[in-house]
Every structure is written in structure tokens, then in C-alpha cells.
């Protein structure tokens, strides 16, 4: 079967450094999202590994490593605006077949 | 910055009634979805689009939800008789090239049966 799985909530502190990890087991691995969804309103595209190794783009970094499965999400200086839920999604192939397999989401509250 | 359009941002209605929604995929994209987010979830594909024809439609309820793409452009989603279950938000999203490349998402619909 394909499954993801993350933490359903996490709390940090404003100015901290929070980690998001994301597990996931599925067939034809082809790269791993990460997406920001605050509340009301649709995901916006944050980061995307296809490669093992760290990904930095500013206060953000995800990190892959395809064989053991795992990813995660580094949140750095955190901000009040941080506060949202954190989408990991994986690219799986099975013949013909690409699509995003999506996890619920990690709800992340920052705290002053 | 080129972004997806949708329309009506948030729907009340009443069970058995029909509902539509409509998506205006960025220009150029050749791949759309329509996805349905439940509160606390990820979103659930129900339809993707290459264009004009339908690439995956197996999570679709297709005994109350229909879509359609007729010019490969925009689309609508449709539900009748809408269900109290039914509640949910619907997103719209479009990729450049299809097979699940980065998928950018409209502000979606909110709807609410009551």
C-alpha cells in the first residue's frame, strides 16, 4: 500500500527552529513535496526533493533521504505567520499512473 | 504572478440541491485537478485533466459529482444532489506538464450543506 505519515501537531516558539518529519511508503518514488495551507485557504507550493541532500530556500529547508524513506521540513526564526499546516506529498509512479500521494497535514502553532 | 481562479468562493446550500464551481487553470497549464479538502486533511484528488480528457477520475463519486473540461481550459465540477457530507473545501489545481509536476492551487470553494 501508499501511506504517509507526519505528526498531526506540533507547538514551537516564536524565534525557535522547528523540525517537520514525514515518513512514507509507496510505490515508484519521483520526488516529495512540501506545502504551507493556513487555515481557510488553499496549499501554496514550499519546497520540492527529488535528490537526497538538503534543499535551503531562505528561513526553509527540507531535507530527503530516499532510502530510508524520510523527510523533513526545517522551519528557521520562526515567525507568528509560521502558524499553519504543513502538507507533505509524494510523487509515485505505478506503470503509467504519476500522482501525489498527500499526507493530513502537520498543524504547526507558533507561540509568542 | 499568474494564478488559478475559482468561483464562487464559499456555497451554502440545502441537500438535493445542485451545486457547481468553477476553475480557470494558470494559462498554458495542460493539467488540472479538482480536489476535495476536509477539514483537519489532506486533500483527495476526485478528478485530473490532460487537457480536454480525463487522466484519472477512481476517487470521483460519480453517482452525484460529475466534471468537465470541454476546451481543455477551464472546467466545472458539479454535484447533484448535493449531501450533508458533502462539506467540504474544493480546490482546483494546474501543473504545466502533467504527471503530478508541481501542482499550483486556486483560493478554492467553500461549501457548506445544510
Not at chain 1, 522547528?18 to 501554496?44: D, K, M, R
Not at chain 1, 527540507?62 to 523533513?72: A, P, Q, V
Not at chain 2, 489545481?93 to 486556486?106: E, I, K, L, N, R
Request: hydrophobic share 35%; proline share 4%.
Amino acid at each position: 500500500g501508499q501511506n504517509i505519515d507526519q505528526p498531526t501537531e506540533m507547538t514551537a516558539t516564536e524565534g525557535a527552529i522547528v523540525q517537520i518529519n514525514c515518513t512514507y511508503q509507496t510505490s515508484g518514488f519521483n520526488g516529495l513535496f512540501w506545502y504551507q495551507q493556513h487555515a481557510g485557504e488553499a496549499p501554496t507550493f514550499l519546497s520540492y526533493n527529488v535528490l537526497d541532500g538538503l534543499e535551503e530556500k531562505g528561513r526553509f529547508s527540507s531535507f530527503l533521504s530516499r532510502s530510508k524513506g524520510y523527510s523533513y521540513l526545517l522551519l528557521k526564526e520562526l515567525q507568528m505567520k509560521d502558524s499553519a499546516s504543513y502538507l507533505c506529498a509524494v510523487r509515485s509512479h505505478a506503470g503509467n499512473n504519476r500522482k501525489l500521494i498527500w499526507g493530513l497535514g502537520t498543524s504547526l502553532a507558533v507561540n509568542p | 504572478e499568474a494564478e488559478v481562479a475559482q468561483s464562487p468562493r464559499y456555497k451554502i446550500t440545502e441537500k438535493s440541491q445542485a451545486v457547481a464551481f468553477w476553475c480557470d487553470p494558470i494559462s498554458g497549464h495542460a493539467t488540472l485537478y479538482w480536489y476535495r479538502q476536509i477539514l483537519g486533511q489532506g486533500p483527495e484528488l476526485l478528478v485530473q485533466f490532460q487537457d480536454e480528457s480525463v487522466v484519472d477520475d477512481s476517487q470521483l463519486p460519480k453517482d452525484r459529482f460529475s466534471a468537465e473540461r470541454l476546451k481543455g481550459v477551464d472546467s466545472t465540477l458539479k454535484i447533484q444532489p448535493a449531501e450533508l457530507g458533502d462539506s467540504a473545501m474544493y480546490l482546483c489545481a494546474s501543473s504545466p506538464a502533467g504527471g503530478a509536476d508541481t501542482q499550483y492551487f486556486g483560493p478554492g470553494t467553500r461549501l457548506t450543506v445544510l
